[in-house]
């Protein structure tokens, strides 16, 4: 039978935090956390309180297991805002490229831009409304969202500097600048790996509860 330490984890792990991130939001030790899943202390009232806040549950559910079913069922799922915007942030990138290539045209920039605030918004919102797993649809949404959202304003400041140095480029531009100096364009994409993927072994890091 489940007792109130199974249930912390069982909730930190279902929403894909790491105890210290969840120590972070109830201001805690990640040790505190540690005792409180492995049985060995209790959460006081303030604590349970934060807790059953930041999860989206009661304290009733935290305490004594008892789950108020309709209140879950009637939460939308963070998730589902994740994936949308997601997709409208992909959306805008593609159609950015796309236009761009065919019709050489700077508002194709703009266009990429807009649909990206709209898809960020979207995820957004559905951290703000009554919803459930919204840590884990964070975890979701950045780990892609990152390589996405970086590509355009990453490719602007590129071939800002590529006109400064003389190339006929503008910075508006939606894709890197295929310029006389191959190494320039090759150390973009070094560049924009590299912080892509560290942002998203940091991200991967923080996730990871010891």
Same mark, same amino acid.
């Given at each position: 039978?489940?007792?109130?330490?199974?249930?912390? +984890? +069982? #909730?930190?792990?279902?929403?894909?935090?790491?105890?210290?991130?969840?120590?972070?939001?109830?201001?805690?030790?990640?040790?505190?956390?540690?005792?409180?899943?492995?049985?060995?202390?209790? !959460?006081?009232?303030?604590?349970?309180?934060?807790?059953?806040?930041?999860?989206? %549950?009661?304290?009733?559910? @935290?305490?004594?297991? %008892?789950?108020?079913?309709?209140?879950? $069922?009637?939460?939308?799922?963070?998730?589902?805002?994740?994936?949308?915007?997601?997709? #409208?942030?992909?959306?805008?990138?593609?159609?950015?490229?796309?236009?761009? #290539?065919?019709?050489?045209?700077?508002?194709?920039?703009?266009?990429?831009?807009?649909?990206?605030?709209?898809?960020?918004?979207?995820?957004?919102?559905?951290?703000?409304?009554?919803?459930?797993?919204?840590?884990?649809?964070?975890?979701?949404?950045?780990?892609?969202?990152?390589?996405?959202?970086?590509?355009?304003?990453?490719? &602007? &400041?590129?071939?800002? @500097?590529?006109?400064?140095?003389?190339?006929?480029?503008?910075? !508006? $531009?939606?894709? !890197?600048? #295929?310029?006389?100096?191959?190494?320039?364009?090759?150390?973009?994409?070094?560049?924009?790996?590299?912080? &892509?993927?560290?942002?998203?072994?940091?991200?991967?890091?923080?996730?990871?509860?010891?």
């Amino acid at each position: 039978m489940m007792n109130i330490a199974d249930r912390i +984890q +069982q #909730l930190r792990k279902a929403n894909g935090i790491s105890q210290e991130e969840l120590a972070d939001q109830i201001g805690v030790s990640r040790q505190a956390v540690s005792k409180w899943e492995s049985g060995q202390s209790t !959460p006081d009232i303030e604590k349970i309180l934060l807790l059953s806040d930041y999860f989206g %549950t009661t304290t009733d559910y @935290l305490l004594k297991g %008892t789950e108020l079913v309709k209140d879950t $069922e009637n939460k939308r799922n963070a998730m589902v805002f994740t994936v949308a915007g997601t997709i #409208l942030n992909a959306i805008g990138l593609a159609a950015s490229v796309i236009i761009w #290539l065919e019709r050489m045209t700077y508002y194709a920039a703009g266009v990429g831009i807009i649909m990206m605030l709209l898809g960020t918004g979207v995820f957004l919102f559905g951290q703000t409304v009554d919803s459930t797993e919204k840590a884990r649809a964070r975890y979701y949404f950045m780990l892609p969202n990152v390589w996405i959202l970086l590509f355009i304003p990453m490719s &602007c &400041c590129y071939n800002f @500097l590529i006109s400064l140095l003389g190339g006929d480029f503008g910075f !508006p $531009e939606p894709v !890197p600048a #295929l310029v006389s100096l191959i190494w320039t364009f090759a150390l973009y994409w070094v560049l924009y790996i590299t912080v &892509c993927a560290g942002v998203d072994f940091w991200i991967y890091r923080g996730s990871q509860g010891k």
